[in-house]
């Protein structure tokens, strides 16, 4: 059968955690260095976090973006249904701060 995309993350020990992410960008420029920086992000976290999936969907669609935000001449990502930067290019530690707000939101008794 074909594999999915967190198969190789199904591992006894391991629980599998996926944050949505949504890179609102209707230019691939604007989308793959945010994507790029997602992954270093992801993998900065993968010893701390080894059941970590992004589940990564690239807006690309004017009138969809237009649906979280106006801006549409720059990139903006939304972090587990939340629009956390607009019109920029966000680094690495950055998205390391929002996906750690959102593993941490996700697991009952952290903070």
Partial sequence: P???PIDHLCRPGITVQTIPIKILGYKSSQRYPIWRTLQAAQRALEKEHPGLH????????????????????????????????VGRFPNRDEILD???KAINEKIPGLE
């Fill in 54 to 85: 992004l589940d990564i969907q690239e807006v690309k669609s004017t009138d969809e973006i237009l649906r979280y935000t106006p801006v549409i001449a720059f990139p903006s990502l939304m972090v587990d249904g939340k629009l956390v930067c």
């Fill in 98 to 100: 929002w996906l750690n």
């Fill in 2 to 4: 074909p594999q999915r």
